[in-house]
């Protein structure tokens, strides 16, 4: 047999409760969510081509070494990102 009680089930809700002395009975109030902090924007990545370019330039400009050029790759990488 069900349970009947006299409090009112209210509905299920993710944000946060209080409590508030009315009449005096306890009530629950519903404390309105704080708003996510702003978010700084991401600086976009450079594209692979860019990046492709400037490590071709580099390794023209160094004689054209044999190798991978991946020290080319990764400073062409740095510099497009602002890091050198």
């Given at each position: 047999m069900?349970?009947?009680?006299?409090?009112?089930q209210s509905p299920q809700t993710d944000a946060p409760r209080a409590f508030r002395l009315v009449g005096g009975r306890v009530t629950p109030r519903t404390v309105a969510p704080t708003p996510p902090a702003p978010t700084v924007p991401l600086k976009a990545a450079p594209s692979a081509e860019r990046i492709r370019q400037l490590a071709y330039y580099k390794w023209e400009a160094a004689g054209s070494p044999p190798g991978d050029g991946a020290t080319f790759w990764l400073a062409a990488e740095q510099e497009l990102a602002g890091r050198a």
């Amino acid at each position: 047999m069900p349970r009947l009680s006299n409090n009112r089930q209210s509905p299920q809700t993710d944000a946060p409760r209080a409590f508030r002395l009315v009449g005096g009975r306890v009530t629950p109030r519903t404390v309105a969510p704080t708003p996510p902090a702003p978010t700084v924007p991401l600086k976009a990545a450079p594209s692979a081509e860019r990046i492709r370019q400037l490590a071709y330039y580099k390794w023209e400009a160094a004689g054209s070494p044999p190798g991978d050029g991946a020290t080319f790759w990764l400073a062409a990488e740095q510099e497009l990102a602002g890091r050198a």
